[in-house]
């Protein structure tokens, strides 16, 4: 019989890894040199196409070897990317993630915690513990539930648990409300119009009723229409505020949306997935005042993190509130484990496997730190400022509004919304730039979702060059 392939782990990982990586760098310069751009030209049907005549059979009879495989595969996954790293790319909430996150979640792999109990993951569980302590603080401050100073390692502190992303934390968010006011009848949901679709669907995924829906005339949650719809609205309420929306990365009236909640005796859930990246601002995170009132959070370090996916976490105020998440299951944490001292995993997520995604996180906190970071947010969200500064002095295009984040809408003066999808979907064809979508106003605006930190000022000038030659035609 023939010997194994080699194991990422263990004393000999890594002289395996070494060569593999190389291969690995080298397909992926290969890949990125061969696209020559943001994104693959010619559309779907081309890039499956090529894709196909690149890997051949996925699954011969007799394979072709790890180095033959590698290089193959990844250099076709490379050359048909939509890169957000590219300045062209930047369309959606997907960031180009920092190469140290990168390397540390190669080392996650390599590693192969599993996070479902201690004795598959014993430092990677104490490394989750730390950092989602800390991140949790960054939230709510020396703030516990009740009001008590609580700070992180002490009873009652605030905690954090690793989820996928803004949904799977959404959805946390939704789950730990309904069994917080269990006895007290159905939970009733209320979103802004501009709320994310994770949360609804939440509501669906759970039996909830139907979530009320509050307008958000200006794009942002309206307080009043909030105080008017939470009126004579029976059983337990769950108020679910955004700070960073999908389509123009603004952030809703917290405190008011607070006040009004406390008024009527509602519980305070805010979607900040987007928006969270602020708190690392000396200068943008009183944009976030009145966060650290919601009994649950959502975080994307995904978005404003730089990290690749998936990064993201749910703040709790209250600790009391994750016990619905308790379980039971013998061979992971048994009673006389947990009574000896083994720490419980069960109850910080309601995946069983999970991997470690903590540790990239923590690299880029100790790595950049709070103001590495914050320098970060206020490079990408100062780009926005620069880049809607020009098109509003620009006679060719409209521009939505200021932008409070990183997101630009803007739109060709004058243009029908059918040559504005046309002009995103021209330019995606083409391969020439990434952009987004929003329908606000009853119209149709393209999307700039900056997350890059190396974009240029000429980048966005050639962005708007590819716009203004796709206008006219």
Not at 169 to 183: G, K, P, T, Y
Request: glycine residues 8%; negative net charge; aromatic residues 2%.
């Amino acid at each position: 019989m023939s010997n194994p392939p080699p194991l990422a782990g263990g004393p000999q990982g890594p002289q395996a890894l070494r060569p593999l990586l190389n291969t690995v760098l080298d397909a992926l310069h290969d890949g990125a040199t061969a696209r020559n751009g943001p994104l693959p030209a010619g559309g779907p049907h081309t890039v499956t196409a090529r894709l196909r005549e690149l890997t051949g059979d996925p699954l011969p009879h007799h394979g072709t070897g790890p180095d033959t495989a590698l290089r193959t595969l990844v250099q076709a996954l490379a050359e048909g990317a939509a890169d957000p790293a590219d300045p062209l790319c930047a369309a959606h909430l997907h960031c180009p993630p920092l190469a140290l996150a990168t390397a540390a979640d190669l080392a996650a792999s390599a590693l192969n915690p599993s996070m479902d109990s201690w004795d598959q993951a014993p430092a990677a569980s104490a490394l989750e513990t730390l950092v989602t302590d800390a991140l949790a603080h960054e939230v709510y401050g020396d703030t516990g539930h009740a009001g008590r100073t609580a700070h992180p390692g002490q009873p009652g502190h605030p905690q954090a648990l690793v989820t996928t992303g803004g949904t799977e934390a959404n959805q946390l968010a939704v789950l730990l409300a309904r069994e917080a006011h269990a006895s007290e009848g159905p939970l009733q949901l209320i979103t802004g119009a501009n709320a994310h679709h994770s949360l609804p669907r939440a509501a669906w995924l759970l039996g909830l009723p139907d979530p009320v829906t509050v307008p958000a005339p200006t794009g942002t949650l309206d307080p009043a229409a909030l105080d008017e719809a939470l009126t004579d609205l029976p059983g337990p309420k769950l108020v679910a505020a955004t700070a960073g929306t999908t389509d123009a990365g603004l952030i809703d009236p917290l405190p008011e949306i607070a006040d009004v909640c406390e008024a009527h005796s509602a519980r305070l859930h805010v979607d900040a997935a987007y928006g969270a990246g602020l708190l690392f601002s000396p200068t943008r995170r009183t944009q976030l005042t009145g966060l650290d009132r919601a009994a649950t959070v959502a975080l994307d370090l995904h978005k404003l993190g730089w990290q690749p996916v998936a990064a993201g976490l749910l703040a709790v105020r209250d600790p009391a509130d994750l016990a619905p998440l308790t379980h039971h299951a013998d061979y992971l944490n048994a009673d006389d484990d947990t009574e000896a001292g083994l720490p419980d995993l069960l109850g910080r997520s309601l995946r069983t496997t999970r991997r470690p995604d903590i540790l990239k996180i923590a690299v880029t906190l100790k790595a950049l730190g709070r103001t590495g970071l914050g320098a970060l947010v206020d490079q990408v969200c100062d780009q926005a400022q620069e880049f809607a500064a020009t098109l509003h002095a620009h006679p060719g295009f409209d521009l939505y509004d200021t932008p409070t984040l990183s997101t630009v809408l803007f739109r060709p003066h004058g243009a029908p919304d059918e040559r504005i999808a046309h002009i995103r979907r021209t330019l995606l064809t083409q391969g020439r730039a990434v952009l987004g979508r929003a329908r606000i106003d009853g119209r149709l605006w393209l999307k700039a979702t900056l997350l890059n930190p190396h974009t240029q000022p000429g980048d966005l000038a050639q962005l708007l060059k590819l716009v203004e030659g796709n206008t006219a035609r």
